[in-house]
């Protein structure tokens, strides 16, 4: 939510969608925009988490179901830091 006046200048993500050594979800510029306003944003950000290309094993006990529950806990990170930067919880 935008206070009077104040628009949307322009939306950016990455190119494919793919965060590839990104840290940036989106960028966004805003007109008429002052400090101190005060802007509202809906927090339910979704993610499509993918691996790009499968690496190959590392060591001898590198397997599907240890990189599968590695993606669970990195996600679940995530989210809680979403959630707690955002007050959410």
Sequence with gaps: MLPDGVTLA????????????????????????????????????MLDIAVDEIPPPCADNDTLGGRLETIRVAASAIVDAFESALNVK
């Excluded at 590839?20 to 950000?45: H, I, S, W």
């Design 10 to 45: 322009y939306l950016r993500v990455p190119n494919d969608g793919l965060l590839k050594e990104q840290r940036e979800v989106a960028r966004f510029g805003l007109t008429c925009y002052r400090p101190g306003m005060n802007v509202k944003a809906n927090p339910d950000l």
